[in-house]
């Protein structure tokens, strides 16, 4: 069984860009979470989606968006970059979005550069 | 505001010694997974605790998870350079959906 893909690995943006990372969940998964990991603040929730509906939402402010197809994929957009918005950006799939036992399968990560 | 600490930030040892790390907080959690992290990758879950006391095994690691579910400690017996790897705990906040916080993490370096 093929592992969550997220495309591009890599991403050189300048700032004021926007940016839109995609990423496939594992076949049968219908939650896909969005990460941000970066050195100084580590891994950080940004949001959650199930059903093409966002269920859940970390603190990140409105330039940071995504959606959900009826395939289960999952893109996120960042507006009006910022240097700050360097990171490695994570995406998960879970099989029962039920609750906080479920295993979640992360992506390789999406390394985004900002200029 | 960090909900999770993790201790030691950093930790060096050489091949066969034993190790713990920590995960804390003042936090109460459903549940808490630890997961492992290697360069270019993304993490990579190890274990699930659910239950207050919990003690889970996993070949030479062992998982504890705090009779209050506050805390986790992972223990490393004779370690190994393949268990080297940024080291993970997440908390589950709530019970709907999935909606993780992270401690920052413990990197661990194992000498051969």
């Known amino acids: 069984k093929a592992g969550v893909t997220q495309t591009p690995r890599y991403l050189i943006k300048t700032r004021g860009q926007q940016v839109t990372l995609s990423c496939s969940p594992i076949s049968g998964h219908r939650s896909v979470s969005w990460y941000q990991q970066t050195p100084g603040q580590g891994l950080q929730f940004l949001f959650e989606?199930?059903?093409?509906?966002?269920?859940n939402k970390g603190n990140f402010p409105g330039r940071f968006s995504g959606r959900q197809f009826s395939n289960s994929r999952s893109e996120m957009n960042v507006s009006t970059l910022e240097l700050g918005d360097s990171a490695l950006y994570l995406c998960?799939?879970?099989?029962?979005?039920?609750?906080?036992?479920?295993?979640?399968?992360f992506g390789p990560g999406t390394r985004l550069t900002v200029l | 505001t960090q909900l999770l600490e993790q201790s030691p930030q950093f930790l060096s040892i050489q091949e066969g010694e034993n190790l713990t790390v920590y995960c804390n907080s003042s936090?109460?959690?459903?549940?808490l997974q630890w997961y492992r992290q290697e360069p270019g990758e993304g993490p990579v879950l190890l274990v699930t605790?659910?239950?207050?006391?919990e003690v889970k095994k996993l070949k030479r690691l062992t998982f504890q998870f705090g009779d209050a579910r506050k805390d986790s400690s992972l223990h490393i017996t004779a370690a190994q350079p393949g268990d080297t790897g940024l080291y993970l705990c997440a908390g589950a906040r709530g019970n709907y959906g999935q909606n993780f916080v992270f401690g920052p993490g413990t990197r661990l370096s194992v000498l051969p």
């Open positions: 998960a799939s879970t099989l029962v979005p039920a609750g906080g036992t479920d295993t979640q399968y």
């Open positions: 605790v659910v239950t207050g006391g």
């Open positions: 989606y199930f059903s093409e509906t966002q269920r």
């Open positions: 936090s109460v959690f459903s549940s």
